[in-house]
């Protein structure tokens, strides 16, 4: 991966994708996309949803469940417009991703709902570390993780950059 940047003339940033990472980050949307749209008896109580769809009231159930009656819809299709964005700029074989000040929001908030997702899966915790060999199929998840928190840190420090007038 090469990090995001502000391109030349500013007003966009910049990365680039190997076609491995693109494909990677395809399929995380397609998963994303299946859990966001599945009938909820089919999910249940999947704690991938909780973490996307934190109560809005913990200490009262009653008011969680209104709070949730008056915002999951919004929230969902704003998620799905987001996952969308990011699908439709994604370079499919790798190369370049170049996004406009609209389209970086929408990476920023879905690869937050990424990592949001496998951290959940992974049970990542403050003293989770990456793995130092790929030895399996979690090391290789767990190193997912990883690699997504450095792609959404790039495009964080591209965007501050950009704002404070830094390329």
């Known amino acids: 991966m090469r990090p995001f940047r502000a391109a030349r003339g500013g ?4 990365a680039g994708l190997e076609p491995a990472e693109a494909g990677i980050l395809g399929l995380l949307l397609d998963q994303l996309e299946q859990l966001l749209t599945a009938d909820p008896d089919d999910v249940g109580a ?3 949803l909780g973490r996307l769809f934190p109560d809005g009231h913990r200490s009262d159930p009653a008011m969680a469940a209104d709070y949730r009656d008056l915002t999951e819809s919004s929230l969902r299709s704003a998620k799905a417009d987001d996952l969308a964005t990011m699908r439709a700029s994604l ?4 190369g370049d991703v170049t996004l406009d ?3 970086a929001g929408a990476w920023l908030r879905t690869s937050n709902d990424l990592r949001l997702a496998l951290g959940t899966r992974l049970d990542i ?3 989770s570390e990456p793995p130092e060999e790929v030895a399996d199929e979690e090391d290789q998840q767990l190193a997912v993780y990883y690699w997504l928190t450095a792609l959404q840190g790039s495009l964080v420090d591209a965007l501050v950059a950009a704002r404070s007038g830094r390329r």
């Open 11 to 14: 007003g966009s940033l910049v």
């Open 46 to 48: 999947d704690p991938v």
């Open 91 to 94: 370079p499919a074989g790798g």
């Open 101 to 103: 000040p609209d389209q």
């Open 125 to 127: 915790t403050e003293d």
